[in-house]
């Protein structure tokens, strides 16, 4: 496999041509940061990423480097995770789709984003979301209005949007939403993806803006039930 053929790999997919030496995770990052660059902001526009993380292509060849010394990382080496930016990143912007938290940067990670990390995964973008995830929709104040990949007429459902649009389009290999009454479930049924929302509390919520602190959670969201079930089990 090479970068000509990473359109719609899975994590094992990834994983395995890692392993085999065809590929690099630096390559992989470069593949879906340039059709961010392509599509999302250009093209297009389907406007599903609110902040690219700057340090990604860092950390892509720390990974390298660890992978060449001791093998991988953890269950998610190498793979370039899209998340829903409700959920803290202490190193890149988390505006909670809203406008007037465009320049906030959290203290500390969430939870879930440390789980994710120390399993070897990239956060490589925050998607968006309507403005506190209040809405079904893809249309948030600090970015405007995400299309559907699908049909740019049309709206990619809500509110986890910019996560179901940036997987769908291939701007990372999986995503994490969030889910109160149907952010995981609508768009993901609208992009062609899978979504889950699990048992509420089966994920921690530490660090995540709640909508309705009884019924908000987390979850996965990609393009085949395996690739769900690896996120979740990190997630878990």
């Known amino acids: ?7 719609e790999a899975t994590i094992g997919e990834l994983q395995d041509e890692i392993r085999a030496g065809n590929l690099n995770v630096r390559e992989i990052v470069d593949y879906y940061i340039e059709r961010i660059k ?10 599903s990423v609110i902040t690219l993380n700057l340090d990604a292509r860092e950390r ?3 990974l390298d480097e660890a992978f060449a010394e001791n093998g991988p990382v953890g269950l998610l080496h190498g793979i370039p995770i899209l998340v829903k930016d409700q959920v803290s990143t202490a190193d890149i912007v988390t505006t909670y789709g809203s406008q007037a938290f465009e320049n906030f940067v959290p203290s500390e990670d969430a939870t879930i984003v440390k789980r994710l990390r120390d ?7 925050k998607t968006n979301m309507p403005d506190w995830a209040a809405g079904f929709v893809g249309y948030s104040s600090v970015l405007g209005q995400t299309k559907n990949p699908y049909a740019l007429e049309r709206d990619p459902g809500g509110s986890s949007a910019g996560t179901a649009a940036g997987v ?3 701007f990372g290999t999986v995503g994490v939403g969030e889910d109160t009454g149907g952010s995981i479930r609508v768009p993901a049924s609208c992009c062609n993806l899978y979504g889950l929302r699990p048992t509420t509390g089966l994920i921690s919520r ?6 309705v602190t009884r019924q908000d959670t987390a979850g996965p ?7 769900l079930a690896r996120i979740f089990e990190v997630l878990t």
């Open 119 to 125: 399993e070897g995964a990239i956060i490589l973008a």
């Open 38 to 47: 392509t599509y999302d902001s250009d093209g297009p526009e389907l406007n």
């Open 221 to 227: 969201m990609g393009r085949t039930v395996e690739d």
């Open 206 to 211: 530490t660090g995540l803006s709640p909508l």
């Open 1 to 7: 496999m090479s970068k000509t053929d990473l359109f």
């Open 60 to 62: 892509a060849a720390n």
């Open 168 to 170: 769908a389009a291939n």
